[in-house]
């Protein structure tokens, strides 16, 4: 990995944030800038460094992750933002995706996965592993308007970038795709921007939403 990702933790429980600092400190191409224990703080912080990714509680004193996420969008959006939640429960995933998160992760997630979830985030802007992304369409199946619905047809796609779409909603970056294509990585990047211009999508949520509706995947 050629550019080194700086991450900032936000976490009230000392135990869970003091871990998440010993086991990300270890990994190739991270580097933690620092680590708070509410919100409040974490602004703080933001004034003066700014992370690459946030990995961020929901459930925090003097200032919640709620509230946070809301000003860090507004004061930063090239911020991304990773959930880190005990309330792993379908209607705080809908909420926070709608938000704008990048990744929405439970807690009891092993580091190898937060670990890719954040070599992800940072090359193709998020990660929905495939329980998120069950919700993401059952959601979609349940709503008039969906959570992001578009007028495209998918036949206005080729079959190339139909099969990008695919591999991109598995969570894929451009390197993968590229290696499974034989195809160089900037012509997955030229893709890749190509398709979210067509779906109108404005991030790998909104994709998979187009990607569900136009039955491009299936969702288990």
């Known amino acids: 990995m050629s550019e080194q990702i700086h991450i900032a ?5 000392d135990l869970v944030r003091e871990g998440l600092v010993s086991l990300l400190k270890d ?9 708070v224990s509410n919100g409040q703080q974490l602004l ?23 509230e ?32 704008g998160v990048n990744a929405f992760l439970p ?16 090359e193709v802007g998020a990660y929905f592993d495939s329980h998120v992304s069950m919700i993401m369409a059952k959601e979609l199946s349940e709503s008039k308007d969906g959570m992001n619905s578009t007028e495209i047809n998918e036949n206005e796609l080729t079959e190339k970038e139909k099969t990008i779409i695919r591999y991109i909603c598995q969570n894929k970056t451009s390197e993968e795709i ?31 939403t ?11």
Do not use: C
């Open 27 to 35: 990994q190739e191409g991270i580097k933690v800038l620092f680590d």
């Open 178 to 208: 590229a290696k499974l294509l034989n195809l160089s990585k900037k012509t997955i990047d030229y893709h890749r921007s190509k398709i979210m211009d067509k779906t109108h999508s404005s991030s790998i949520a909104s994709l998979i």
């Open 210 to 220: 187009f990607a569900v509706q136009q039955k491009l995947i299936s969702i288990q």
């Open 68 to 99: 946070a996420l809301e000003k860090i969008k507004q004061r930063y959006p090239k911020i991304k933002i990773m959930v880190l939640s005990a309330f792993f429960e379908d209607r705080f995933i809908i909420e926070y995706v709608k938000k």
């Open 9 to 13: 933790i936000a976490e009230d429980h």
């Open 107 to 122: 807690k009891n997630y092993k580091i190898e996965k937060v670990v890719d979830a954040i070599y992800k985030v940072h």
């Open 44 to 66: 703080d912080k933001l004034k003066i460094v700014k992370p690459h990714i946030i990995l961020l509680d929901l459930e925090m004193p003097v200032m919640s992750g709620k």
